[in-house]
């Protein structure tokens, strides 16, 4: 008995439920631990009567459990109820009440007995469900990818998303007519129908892979699926998300094209890194409050205008400036307190200007839950930002020219013939506010006050609009009246939109134009006069009167509207510079007050666009019978050009003689020996060679060249000005004292008017530092990439091969307990741990060669062909000459030659498919000359790709300041020439 009580009461404990008992001889009420635990309460703290018991039951549900109770002691018949308990700690727990009623031997009811079974996760459960289903609705019809259902057995689509119907172009209705099957290439069916039929029932998630789709256009796509069965409809159905990636596999597919040309991971990591857009760094964190930049691709520098030196190892604090800074540190804190994602837009000013980006930190935590690092992107948004800055000024800048233009524009709605646009000109025009002419109809009225010539416009300007050709919607020479009563006449033309139901209306006021048309006549005389003085800009000044007449050339020539000039109180001098005012009058004043006839002088002149012309102005005056200056007329000629010209002239001079480069000019022939004279050097050229114009004028520029000047790239030079064509080459030079430098030399032909090439100019620079500067940074690349092989290499070797070692040992244990089928299995597994073992240490040696700063050059290299597995394909030879290996080769150029045979030795294995390869070094001419060739298939040089291996070797080689040569073509192998100077 005792045991069945523990049972019981063990099985309430993890069932959440409780039994009572209700004595109805006396009314007294017994209850399980289960319904204390259920009400909080611990049995001590509460009497249970059955008056204190319905007090637990929450006050709505108090009444409804009393009447199912009596009526199953009034019928017998067992009860069940849902109701709410109120439990010590005011918590609201969901019940299932059932009763059942007991009888004594004579019929009399006696007891109910029952059971509390708390339902309140489940209830929970059921509206975190609900809600879930209203997320999930909401999911997918605003999910950004494509999203569908379909039946598992009938394959019929039964819903899709809205994203799916404008990515796949088919309408709802069509998505809903058609199976999964449909917009799939008819050869795969089988295959997919076969696919969906072996689906697990017991899973949920299925990972379906990357399939063709087509669109409704045609288009064939990539799409990645992944699928999750459910129940939707009352039917066993599969909602499917898709991704499209054509373009990813496009990318992906171009980026395994590139991986082919990588030998090692860490060149593709890098290479990936440091070629995408987006900014990429990592943060080291330190106590979770110093964050130190311990990686950062190319594009970080880039953005921010900062060296690799100025960022690496330091702390945030040293990169990032204030006000950016504190907002940076309370969200990389945020994220760590988080330990989640954080994405914010942040503005920061850099060295290359202010940028600003959307910037994502992510923590990563060690084992500990520690946070180690802070891995970061940025996407530059800098020039989005712009963009709309610009757009906002563009509308601002669009908005204040229309008010400003000369020409009065409106738009107008064609079906309402009400304007919707009206600038300032078009109101200040017609002379009437812009409210008066915002209806067609009223504005005839107001316009053309005359009833007669108003009938008139208006039906010739409605026919006009109605036959549709826009040539006819230009009418000239009308005359409008203002408010005030003002004649004026306008041109007008509209230009309709139909398709947006506008119509452009433009109206130029053309009065003034039109009373100077008749007074063309009084011209002629003028133009008699202006033949006298130029053609240019004429003149005409009334000096009786004090008015000055412009003609047409001087709008065309500075901009400035005649009508406007010449109605002007100071039109003469209104626009000459401050500083030539009183000088030109002076000289008119003399000439007028004199008996003279012609005026000239040069001066400035303000053009409409604000800039200063220079003007050679000329003057003829008329007098009277007197000998009285009565008029004058000329004409001003735009000598600008001529003025930059002779300004060009001299501040070209100036730079030739003040720039820090060497400007030298030599004769333009002969080519051969000794070749051209030089006639001209400037000062910097004496700076930097030492060599002073009396002691190199008359000389070649050969004079500067020396053992070590580059032949190939003076050969290119030499091929070059024998076409007569510009060149630029980097080469070593010569000073006077005989010191090596490098130079940066562009040589360019210079022609004479007729065409014949009369000498060469050229511009010599120094960029010594440059290459010193250059060969450090390979140098310490390269010392970057060597470290890090030796890292790599040693943790393969200590930590990976120990791994499998204690994996071997592992297995030897488990021996014991084979059975009689497994033998087989173990010593496969042992064999592949040996394998595994061996290739990891040729890999560990390969990328951390074993020599050291006293090894020979001829055992570093055997060392490296010990460690190739050449398994019988091709014969190896080495050749080092007793001479060199007497040599104290230094142990960085040691090693670059050993990574020089190991790469070359990687392109010979894998493309050559060689059956000899030959290796020697040689001491030559002062140069250490390493060659290698085999007896492959060879290419061609002229279409031979630069990849990511010869453009190391290229570089190890340029370090040394050494020369690279391939000799190869089809079929007859390749041979690499490596020379370095000793």
């Avoid at 204030?322 to 760590?336: A, D, G, Q, R, T």
């Avoid at 010739?460 to 230009?474: E, F, L, T, V, Y």
Wanted: aromatic share 10%; net charge negative; with cysteine.
């Amino acid at each position: 008995m005792n045991k069945e009580k523990y049972l019981l009461a063990q099985a309430e404990m993890l069932s959440k439920f409780g039994t009572w008992e209700l004595d109805l001889t006396n009314n007294s009420l017994y209850w399980s631990d289960g319904v204390f635990r259920i009400c909080e309460y611990e049995p001590q703290e509460f009497v249970v009567t059955f008056e204190h018991g319905l007090s637990v039951i929450h006050p709505d549900d108090r009444e409804r459990a009393i009447q199912q109770m009596q009526n199953t002691i009034n019928t017998g018949k067992e009860y069940s109820i849902e109701k709410r308990f109120i439990t010590k700690n005011n918590n609201i727990k969901h019940i299932i009440s059932k009763g059942k009623l007991i009888k004594d031997e004579n019929g009399n009811a006696i007891k109910l007995f029952g059971v509390f079974e708390d339902i309140t996760e489940k209830i929970e459960a059921e509206k975190e469900k609900a809600a879930s289903e209203q997320r999930y609705k909401l999911l997918f019809h605003k999910s950004p990818l494509p999203m569908w259902i379909y039946d598992l057995n009938s394959y019929q689509i039964l819903e899709v998303n809205e994203t799916a119907i404008q990515h796949y172009g088919y309408s709802r209705e069509e998505f809903l007519k058609m199976t999964i099957m449909d917009y799939r290439p008819k050869h795969e069916i089988p295959e997919k129908e076969a696919l969906l039929k072996k689906l697990e029932t017991n899973s949920k998630v299925f990972d379906f892979g990357v399939s063709n789709h087509f669109k409704k256009d045609g288009t064939l796509i990539r799409a990645e699926i992944t699928g999750y069965r459910m129940n939707f409809q009352d039917r066993d159905c599969m909602l499917v998300v898709c991704r499209d990636v054509t373009e990813e596999e496009k990318y992906l597919d171009q980026i395994k094209e590139n991986e082919q040309k990588l030998f090692s991971s860490e060149q593709q990591l890098s290479l990936i890194y440091n070629t995408v857009s987006d900014i990429l760094f990592s943060l080291q964190v330190e106590d979770n409050k110093r964050y130190k930049f311990i990686s950062f691709n190319q594009a970080f520098l880039t953005a921010t205008g900062l060296t690799a030196e100025q960022v690496m190892n330091k702390y945030v604090e040293d990169v990032i400036p204030e006000p950016s800074l504190s907002f940076v540190l309370s969200n990389y804190k945020k994220s760590i307190e988080n330990k989640t994602k954080i994405v914010w837009e942040e503005e920061t000013p850099y060295p290359t200007g202010t940028k600003i980006g959307i910037v994502t930190v992510t923590p990563v935590f060690n084992a500990n839950g520690c946070c180690t690092h802070l891995i970061g992107s940025v996407y530059d948004i800098t020039e989005q930002k712009r963009a709309q800055n610009d757009l906002q000024q563009r509308n601002i800048f669009i908005e204040t020219a229309l008010d400003n233009l000369p020409i009065g524009i409106a738009v107008n709605k064609i079906d309402e013939g009400t304007a919707t646009i009206m600038n300032k000109t078009f109101s200040d025009i017609y002379g009437w506010p812009q409210e008066e002419l915002t209806d067609v109809a009223s504005f005839f009225e107001k316009v053309y006050p005359d009833e007669p010539y108003r009938k008139e416009i208006k039906e010739r300007i409605i026919k006009d609009i109605q036959s549709g050709d826009p040539s006819k919607m230009n009418w000239e020479g009308i005359t409008i009246t203002t408010q005030k009563g003002e004649k004026r006449i306008v041109n007008a033309k509209n230009i309709p939109l139909y398709e947006q139901n506008l119509m452009i209306s433009t109206v130029i006021d053309v009065t003034a134009q039109t009373t100077a048309e008749k007074e063309l006549m009084l011209f002629n005389e003028r133009y008699k006069y202006v033949k006298k003085a130029t053609s240019d800009s004429i003149w005409d000044w009334d000096l009786a009167k004090g008015t000055l007449y412009r003609g047409e050339g001087f709008q065309n020539n500075f901009g400035h509207s005649i009508s406007a000039v010449n109605t002007l109180e100071n039109a003469w001098d209104a626009f000459i510079h401050p500083d030539d005012v009183q000088r030109v009058h002076t000289g008119i004043s003399s000439v007028i007050e004199s008996r003279a006839t012609n005026w000239t002088d040069e001066y400035r002149y303000l053009k409409a666009d604000g800039t200063y012309a220079y003007v050679l102005d000329k003057g003829f005056v008329i007098r009277d019978n007197e000998g009285r200056a009565i008029r004058m007329v000329g004409a001003m000629q735009d000598i600008t050009k001529r003025k930059s010209e002779e300004h060009h002239l001299k501040l070209l001079e100036s730079v030739i003689t003040n720039t820090n480069d060497a400007v030298l000019i030599t004769e333009a022939e002969p080519f051969d020996e000794p070749g051209p004279k030089i006639v001209y050097v400037n000062e910097a050229f004496t700076r930097m060679t030492g060599y002073t114009a009396e002691e190199i004028i008359g000389n070649t520029p050969r004079i500067l060249q020396g053992p070590k000047s580059d032949k190939g790239e003076l050969k290119k030079l030499s091929e070059a000005i024998r076409k007569w064509e510009s060149c630029e080459i980097t080469t070593i030079n010569y000073k006077k004292n005989g010191e090596e430098f490098w130079i940066n030399f562009s040589v360019s032909p210079v022609a004479d008017e007729k065409g014949w090439f009369t000498h060469w100019i050229a511009i010599e620079r120094d960029v010594t530092e440059k290459i010193l500067l250059q060969n450090q940074l390979t140098n310490a690349i390269i010392k970057a990439q060597e470290d890090e092989r030796y890292e790599i290499g040693g943790d393969l070797h200590d930590n990976v091969c120990q791994i499998l070692v204690a994996s071997q040992i592992s297995l030897e244990m488990l021996k014991p307990t084979l059975t009689e089928k497994s033998p087989q299995w173990f010593h496969q597994c042992r064999e592949y741990i040996n394998q595994a073992y061996d290739e990891i240490r040729n890999i560990s040696h390969r990328l951390a060669p074993a020599f050291f700063d006293d090894t020979k050059l001829e055992d570093t290299l055997k060392i490296l062909l010990t460690s190739f597995q050449f398994e019988n394909r091709c014969e190896v030879s080495l050749h080092i000459e007793k001479e060199v290996n007497e040599l104290p080769i230094k142990r960085d150029l040691q090693l670059n030659l050993y990574r020089i045979l190991q790469e070359q030795l990687r392109n010979i294995f894998k493309h050559a498919e060689a059956s000899s390869i030959s290796i020697d070094v040689v001491k030559y001419d002062g140069k250490l000359i390493l060659t290698i060739a085999d007896n492959g298939v060879g290419f061609d040089i002229s279409t031979m790709k630069k990849g990511i291996g010869l453009a190391n070797i290229k570089r190890r080689v340029e370090l040394f300041s050494g020369k690279l040569e391939i000799e190869s073509s089809p079929e007859n192998g390749c041979k690499l020439i490596v020379q370095i100077p000793l």
